[in-house]
């Protein structure tokens, strides 16, 4: 899809060949899945099963990589009224080096460029603060509260606050 000139980030359509890096990457990882609304991946065969479902329902996932190196994913949405939201999850051994920051930047560079798009959405739990300052570092503001918005499967299934932030192009 698109590269990074700062970081060499590669974005690739979500296949099966990227199972074992989503798996050993962040999904079979407690801390990494707990705001997200699917279930930790307790084998390998849960994380193919997942793939083989977002393609079967033509998700628009990218797997990101760093030359070879294995990132995270970004996910793509397509929403009304030329809206569009994202989503982002980065590879544990990834956090804290801007890596984050960077594919998201990358990502919506390239949306923004081949896309004719009006404004970009994002959700994050109101805990998730590292999620709400990457999204603000690229320039989303919150524009609401959204109660009892999130499901977190890997917190026993509770509900959760969540914002929705929002980028405008112009």
């Known amino acids: 899809m698109t590269t990074n000139q700062k ?19 962040y999904a079979s990882i407690e801390e990494c899945v707990q705001w997200m609304n699917w279930d930790i991946h307790k084998e ?3 994380t193919i099963n997942y793939i083989d479902s977002c393609i ?3 998700y628009r996932i990218y797997s990101v990589y760093e030359n070879q190196d294995f990132i995270g994913a970004v996910d793509l949405r ?3 009224n030329n809206t569009l939201e994202v ?12 890596y984050a920051t960077d594919m998201l930047k990358s ?12 404004k970009i959405i994002a959700h994050c739990a109101v805990a998730n603060l590292q999620s709400k300052k990457v ?14 918005y999130y499901v977190l499967n890997n917190q026993g299934r509770r509900l959760t606050d969540a914002y929705m932030l929002e980028l405008r192009t112009t």
Not at 7 to 25: E, M, Q, S, V, Y
Not at 107 to 118: A, G, M
Not at 135 to 148: A, H, S, W
């Open 7 to 25: 970081r060499n980030l590669t974005f690739k359509p979500l296949c099966h060949f990227d199972a074992k890096n989503i798996f050993f990457g």
């Open 56 to 58: 079967q329902k033509k």
């Open 44 to 46: 390998i065969v849960d």
């Open 135 to 148: 999204l603000e570092k690229n320039g989303f503001q919150v524009k609401m509260l959204k109660k009892d």
């Open 78 to 80: 397509f929403l009304e």
């Open 107 to 118: 990502f919506i560079q390239d949306l923004f460029k081949n896309h004719t798009v009006e």
């Open 87 to 98: 989503g982002y999850v980065v590879a544990k051994s990834k956090w804290n080096q801007g």
